[in-house]
Nanobody
Framework: QVQLVESGGGLVQTGGSLSLSCAAS????????MGWFRQAPGKEREVVAT????????YYLDSVKGRFTISGDNAKNTVYLQMNSLKPEDTAVYYC?????????????WGRGTQVTVSS
């Protein structure tokens, strides 16, 4: 099992920045990709960004393109999400998750989340 722990959330003003970290432990060698998801109260969970461990191919939610950057350091088994120019609509609990393999889209290993709050 892959265990994930998010950190770096907090309260920030509109236009500010935060950097989230996701430390992975356990059987990380077989992980195909990592992703950042978020869920705001009353809203569905949505994927924010994903990255493959091999090649570092990244995907971003349209609304965060140009503002967020996902990166990974496989030597440290850590995935980051740099968030700039934050907006109130970015307020949510942010989760990191692991996609076990390239043959199934499902992310099956999840962290407990970290709260990001952007004030108006």
């Amino acid at each position: 099992q892959v265990q994930l722990v998010e950190s770096g959330g907090g309260l920030v003003q509109t236009g500010g920045s935060l950097s989230l970290s996701c430390a992975a432990s356990g059987r990380t060698f077989s992980t195909y990709a990592m992703g950042w998801f978020r869920q705001a109260p009353g809203k569905e969970r949505e994927v924010v960004a994903t990255i493959t461990w091999r090649g570092g191919n990244a995907y971003y939610l349209d609304s965060v393109k140009g503002r967020f950057t996902i990166s990974g350091d496989n030597a440290k088994n850590t995935v980051y999400l740099q968030m700039n120019s934050l907006k109130p609509e970015d307020t949510a609990v942010y989760y990191c998750a692991a996609r076990p393999n390239q043959y199934q889209i499902a992310y099956t290993n999840w962290g407990r989340g970290t709260q990001v709050t952007v004030s108006s």
